[in-house]
């Protein structure tokens, strides 16, 4: 048997993915799993254990949805018997269409029913871990249990003196604060002595980290690596280090992916839904000081900056950190 799995397009949501990728592995123990994935999360992929084959799709190539039909075509001669559809979009559904596997399982959304030969509702209130899970479940008629999230990396350094920063994110409401931001890396260098920082972000991130870093007291003890790292590198950093403090964002799910202690800082988005998958070594943190908590939306219209994230307290933060620091 042969099974092709699309894998969703952001970096938290293809990591919450790989339990869907074992449970299929525990279920057609035989079959040859591959994955597609969008081009720029293409070494995140080579990470996930029992994965055969990946596929690499670039929007800027294959536009629209006649681009993504002309990608699943060339794949047809593979002959795939299942392809399980994991984003919820039209556009993947005519990508499954167009591989011409025999059964295209995917859900109920944006049309895709059109394309698909099994429609699965996509279930409320539950993690994103078990939205996925569902589609199995739907298809099989039995239930399946949610395995953890793993990829698998090899330490690129020994630094178990290093604490892991991200204050980045693609959401603006997710984002912290530059001032929220200097008060913190303040606080942690002065309460952890024998600790150094390692900010992490990808290329675009460099203006918000340098203006973060720019009010910070002691920036002999912070290594700055934004902008440095690939995918496939920061899962190794994240592997030698000692945790992550981090805003909830795609590093919050690789980190917990790769065993790392992460303490996550929810201000807009759902941790019932979104939170690291994974429960050992994990605090998730929010204000809840304000009626609109929390709140889905990419940027705040009520307050124009996330003053959820400015009213994190910051002694639970310190006293979250101190319980992984202590063994660092």
Known sequence: MKIL?????WLGDVVMSTSFVTAVRQLYPDAQVDVIIKQ???GIAAL?????????????EFKGLGGVYRF?????????DIYFNLPPSLSSAVMAFATGAKKRVGFNSEGGFLFLT????RPKNVHRVREYISLLEQFTGQLVPSEPVKVIA????NEPKQLL?????EAESRRMPVDKGIALLNMLLSTFADISIGMIGAPKDADHVNAILSGVINKDRIVNHTGQTNLTNLASLMAGTAALLT?????AHLANSVGLPVVVLFGAGNEHNTEPFNLDDLTVIRSNKLPCEPCVRNTCKLYGIPKCMQLLDETKIIEALRKYLNHA
Request: proline residues 8%; charged residues 20%; positive net charge.
């Open 247 to 251: 805003v909830d964002s795609g590093p």
């Open 40 to 42: 720029e999360l293409k």
């Open 165 to 169: 920063v991200n204050f980045n994110s």
């Open 72 to 80: 699943g075509k060339v794949l047809r001669s593979q002959q795939y």
């Open 5 to 9: 799995i699309r894998l969703p397009n």
């Open 118 to 121: 099994k429609a699965c509702k």
């Open 48 to 60: 996930i254990p029992g994965v055969s084959n990946i596929y690499s799709f670039s929007k800027q």
């Open 154 to 157: 090899h330490p690129l350094v």
